[in-house]
């Protein structure tokens, strides 16, 4: 138990379908991060919200639109995806300012995404 | 734009010792974290480095060089459990997030 829960763990989807992944964290942290991890790919940075604003969209295709609503809730909303976007989607969470010393982020278990 | 690097793959036996090394470009740089990943896991932190020399926590143990922009985990009395992949991390230029390595994997065997 990380303190970072997502849901689901494993989704399969059509291309034409909609559907989203939620992320909750208990650790009382103010900035929340999707990553995107494919086999024989690093972890690759998507997005970033910092006291529930949007600071950092890493070039992300427009068929992820993210959301969050307050500092303990994130969320991927996904529409019209390509099987090449099947892949592990990481939450996590940390303080703000992760130039400052020790400050860490934490991670949730992920979610499987298959995309058909 | 930054980068880091570090090798794949390390195999090892149950005992022994494993340096698994990491080199960075960075525009900016804070510090350097290591994280755990077991299959199928979440990655969990291990260790941060924001001044040269050598950080100690039980049998993981992590060294920084900014001059030389470099960092190594070291991993003494290896057990089965501590086969994994191990990632270099480091904070982007606004110290907003973190960017990874593409990780090593470590296969520990008896």
């Known amino acids: 138990e990380t303190g970072v829960t997502q849901t689901p763990r494993h989704l399969v989807m059509g291309m034409t379908n909609k559907k989203s992944l939620k992320c909750e964290q208990h650790?009382?942290?103010?900035?929340m991060y999707w990553y995107k991890q494919s086999a024989k790919k690093p972890l690759e940075l998507m997005f970033v919200?910092?006291?529930?604003?949007?600071?950092e969209n890493n070039s992300v295709p427009s068929r992820f639109s993210p959301e969050c609503p307050n500092s303990s809730h994130l969320f991927l909303h996904l529409h019209t995806l390509q099987p090449e976007d099947s892949a592990l989607y990481l939450c996590?969470?940390?303080?703000?300012?992760?130039?400052?010393?020790?400050?860490?982020?934490?991670f949730g278990e992920g979610s499987w995404l298959t995309v058909v | 734009g930054q980068s880091l690097e570090q090798p794949s793959e390390v195999t090892a036996v149950e005992g022994a010792i494993v340096q698994i090394n990491c080199t960075y470009q960075?525009?900016?740089?804070?510090?350097l974290s290591w994280y755990q990943q077991h299959d199928g896991g979440a990655p969990t932190f291990l260790s941060y480095?924001?001044?040269?020399g050598l950080e100690e926590t039980g049998r993981f143990s992590s060294f920084l060089s900014r001059s030389d922009s470099y960092g190594y985990l070291l991993l003494q009395e290896l057990q089965m459990k501590d086969s994994a992949s191990y990632f270099c991390?480091?904070?982007?230029?606004?110290?907003?997030?973190?960017?990874f390595g593409k990780g090593t994997t470590l296969s520990v065997s008896s």
């Open positions: 996590a969470s940390s303080r703000p300012g992760l130039g400052d010393s020790g400050n860490t982020i934490y």
């Open positions: 650790l009382g942290h103010n900035a």
């Open positions: 919200y910092s006291l529930e604003e949007r600071v």
């Open positions: 960075t525009s900016g740089f804070y510090g």
């Open positions: 480095n924001a001044l040269d």
């Open positions: 991390a480091a904070p982007n230029q606004a110290g907003t997030a973190l960017i």
